[in-house]
């Protein structure tokens, strides 16, 4: 089946400074990416929609210039939490569709604990 | 507002029990309805898929049904084991959305050896 790769799994940083995190279709191009957020015991938020050469779509209340999304290839989107703080401090797990669509069926990555102190 | 919820939020079993887990979603505009299970810090693995055109799929001792007239879908699990433990989440996709997926709550289940 198809394979999507997030990396780092986890990390820890600092108040104030970026972190960057991948997200990689392995095996098939994805025209569409998705970035949600979860927090402990509740459900994924959808965070933005990240499209292959264009601008991310967000969600009503996240802010785009502290989740900054880029989509520069078929294969690769990233998402950079700028300026983190301890409230950023949370699980993100990213997803990918298929180019050709596959019927709607997404695939999630691994996810990337990030732990701000 | 585009809701999915499901029912219960927790659920403890034995070791080879059936049992049902519950979504119920707003609005019959839907696309597909994805069952998901997540172990512990980890990402989600799709489970069954149920388009807006089927009523039902089944994988191995998993079976999905989908009722869009009255919103809602169950995931059956039958003969339950310890690895069955989990947290099982729904997901809806809507038209015309590029694809985005709106989750319920999740359902934390723990199979007893």
């Known amino acids: 089946g198809a394979v999507v790769s997030q990396h780092p799994s986890r990390v820890i940083c600092k108040s104030g400074t970026s972190v960057k995190i991948e997200c990689r279709s392995l095996d098939f191009q994805a025209t569409t990416m998705f970035w949600y957020r979860q927090f402990p015991k509740q459900s994924l938020m959808l965070m933005a929609t990240s499209n292959e050469g264009s601008k991310a779509t967000y969600e009503q209340g996240v802010e785009k210039d502290k989740f900054l999304i880029n989509h520069a290839s078929l294969t690769l989107s990233t998402l950079t939490v700028t300026s983190a703080h301890p409230e950023d401090s949370s699980f993100y797990i990213c997803?990918?569709?298929?180019?050709?669509?596959?019927?709607?069926?997404?695939?999630f990555g691994a996810g990337t604990r990030l732990s701000v102190l | 507002k585009q809701e999915v919820t499901q029912i219960p939020a927790a659920l403890s079993v034995p070791e080879g029990e059936n049992l049902v887990l519950n979504c119920s979603f707003t609005?019959?505009?839907?696309?597909?309805l994805q069952w998901f299970r997540q172990d512990p810090g980890k990402g989600l693995t799709s489970l069954l898929l149920i388009q807006s055109s089927q009523r039902e799929q089944t994988s191995g001792r998993l079976n999905a049904s989908l009722d869009k007239s009255s919103g809602r879908s169950t995931l059956y699990i039958a003969a339950s084991q310890p690895g069955d433990s989990a947290t099982y989440l729904c997901g809806k996709m809507i038209y015309n959305q590029g694809g985005k997926l709106i989750f319920g709550q999740g359902t934390e289940l723990s199979v007893k050896p």
């Open positions: 609005d019959s505009a839907i696309y597909n």
């Open positions: 997803s990918a569709i298929p180019g050709h669509r596959d019927a709607g069926i997404q695939y």
